[in-house]
């Protein structure tokens, strides 16, 4: 039985020691990643009567997305460490992997390593195969900081992106020498001109330790520290190792301080822990960084500042111009329109010939009635006296008008008197002719009977019915 207990507690007390060590590794684990997290969301913690803190632009979060697949490991080749040189001018060699660093040509921008001698304003190098000269500078100590930066002055923020090297020009002094011992603040960004807002707030942190530990360790004047950052007389504080996009810049110029702070608020005193810069804003400005936080340029079309081998095929299918197709039918419709009239022209050409062919038709006839029915006439002034009588009937010349027209009729009942109708009819429309018989004959009562052609015609059967009686009698 003691055997037992004795395994039974020895078990127990190791699985007890295997649960304390897998939570603290899980622990470790979670520290180093939220010492190189650098999400793309942050907490907007910044809010003052001036600035405020923004979201990155969108076209700054898909870029993002390539330029994390790398972890570029910087270092410097000339000069080395603690070199004492014999001439004010040194040239410096670089050395970056897991990174390319180029310039676009079109965009002016791409990957680099942001070089800061002393505290002076940084230096972009986009090609390692030229090495950066520096010359005039003062005799003394000197200390070079380089890290890698995206196309937007961001820095790399994982193991190896940042490296720094001090040499000395003839001698040494005790300027420009940090102590490798204590916290350094790096500053990086703002710097210089600015065209558009959010303006990037951006620093590099060195032997700063993890807020985590500051519990464990509560000993350590530096675990809990803290950025202190003001502009233009405004200050707020940063508690955290991150990229910020700030609003509320006036236009013109603004200038900048960072300071690193110790636990209790303290400034720690080291070289460069302390920087100003100042920088200008002018809104609207047509500078390629200025457009793409304006977005104004989309990702894809600036995506070969983060990738050399990257081709905007996604430009070409721009043949959304394709849709300027559509103007060619119209002026496939313009010649449609042409044929259009020229039918419409000739069938007027053809109805003007016809109707002249049949006015002269029409007219020849009129006139050979008129010859033939002079000697008809000639034979019947007889009886003047029958004539007086017609012309005592004037009330029948309104009745013969309207029966001029049913003239047709008659003509298949009285086929003898169809022809001599026609051709007073014909004459009623056309005196000239009239008045041509007229010296043909004598008998001065002809005018008479053609002026009134239908009372002309009453008497004529009343003539014949006359003849008749005389000699029936």
Known sequence: MNLWRTTAVTLLKSLIAFVLVLSLTSCAEKARSQEASESLQPKL????????????????????????????QVSIIAPIFDEILQDNTVTVRFQVKDLPIYKDPKFNLGPHLEVILDNQPGIAVYDLNQP????????????????????????????????????????????????????????????????????????????APLHLLAKDNPDNLFADWRIRCTINGESFVLDRWQAVYLKGFKRGKNWIKLEFLDSQGNTVKNEFNSTVRLITYEPKAKDTLAQIFRGQLSADQVRTIVDPNYTYTVKTPTAEPTPEILPEPENLV?????????????????TTPEPQPQQEEQSTPSVTPTVESI????????????????????????????TAEPVPETQSKKPRFGGFFRRRANKVPTPQPTVEASPEATAPTLPEIIIESPASETPEQENQETSTSVQND
């Open 45 to 72: 913690e910044i809010s003052t009567k001036q600035f405020s803190e923004v979201a990155p632009p969108t076209v700054i979060q898909n870029l993002r997305n390539t330029t994390d697949l790398s972890r570029p």
């Open 334 to 350: 313009v010649p449609e329109l042409e044929p259009t009239p020229t039918p419409s022209v000739t069938p007027t050409v053809q």
């Open 375 to 402: 000697p008809e006439i000639a034979p019947k002034p007889e009886k003047p006296i029958q004539e007086t009588e017609a012309t005592s009937t004037p009330s029948i010349t309104p009745t013969v008008e309207t």
């Open 132 to 207: 950066l000269v520096l010359s005039d500078l003062p005799p003394g100590t000197h200390t070079l900081r380089v890290f890698a930066s995206r196309p937007w002055n961001e820095s790399y923020k994982n193991e190896g992106a940042y490296t720094q090297t001090t040499f000395h020009i003839f001698t040494k002094s005790d300027n420009n020498n940090p102590d490798p011992a204590l916290p350094l603040l790096t500053y990086n960004s703002p710097d210089g001109s600015y065209g558009a807002e959010p303006i990037l707030l951006d620093f590099y942190l060195t032997n």
